[in-house]
């Protein structure tokens, strides 16, 4: 049975990922990202090669109102929500925090939380109404250890394990699975992001070591997903086998 799939961040890395496990699996899916073109190349992909529906939003995720009127718009045959993927996130920066940017603090807060929280907001209700939905937060191995220099972006994580655990508190009584997943390293244009554009210092990240590929975390995803009604997986920790924590990662040479 086809289910609704909303993801947000799909234009690239895990979002990108886990639209194509969905899609392969046949359902139907919500994709949402800033990069319109991005979004309508994927969605024609996905159509074409699944033969699956797919609605492409471009939303920036900062700004309340965008997002609000983007789902709040949704055709009617698109409305229920089984599982929403709240993605889209990002690392701004890696510095001392008083040495830190306060407009890269801004767009951190905004988008992994504030973000979160407005797409929640408005998904949410309708899963309440149905007494069925899942909710998967990706957090991060920074949201259990804060590292040097990653102050705001490892609160921004902390932040949205407490968010998990409050939506998985408040909608206890409507069998709303939370589900909280949280990745080590995974290469992905998460470093190219970070270090804004210097593609050298963002490879040198993963160098050393295997880390983890999108598809890998994606089909972790879609596992919590297809579990029994009765069966959540509340948080989940996945690391490169090579990565013990946020601090401890064995390279070689
Ligand atoms: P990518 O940079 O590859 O993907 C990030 C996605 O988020 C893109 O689709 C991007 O879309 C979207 N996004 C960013 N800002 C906004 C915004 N303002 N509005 C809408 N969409 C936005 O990185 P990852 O796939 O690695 O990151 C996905 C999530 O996984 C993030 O929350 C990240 O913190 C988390 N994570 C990543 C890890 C890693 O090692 N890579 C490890 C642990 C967690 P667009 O640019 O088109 O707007
Ligand atoms: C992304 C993993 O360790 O680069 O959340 O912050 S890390």
Known sequence: ?????CITGATSGIGQACAARYAEAGDKLIITGRRADRLQQLQAEWQERYGIQVLALPVDMRHREQ????????????????ILINNAGLALGLTPLHEGDPA?????????IKGLLYVTRVIAPGMISRRKGHIVNIGSTAAKDTYPNGNVYCATKRAVEALSEAMRIDFLPYGIKVTAVHPGAVETEFSVVRFKGDTRRAAQVYQGFQ???ADDVAEVIFYCT????HVCINDLVLTPTAQANAHFIHKNG
Do not use: C, G, K, Y
């Open 1 to 5: 049975m086809s289910r609704i799939v």
């Open 67 to 82: 997002v609000e009127r983007a789902f709040q718009d949704l055709p009617e045959d698109w409305r229920q929500v089984d």
């Open 226 to 229: 297809s579990l029994p009604p």
């Open 211 to 213: 880390p983890l590929t």
């Open 104 to 112: 890269d603090w801004d767009t951190m807060i905004d988008t992994n």
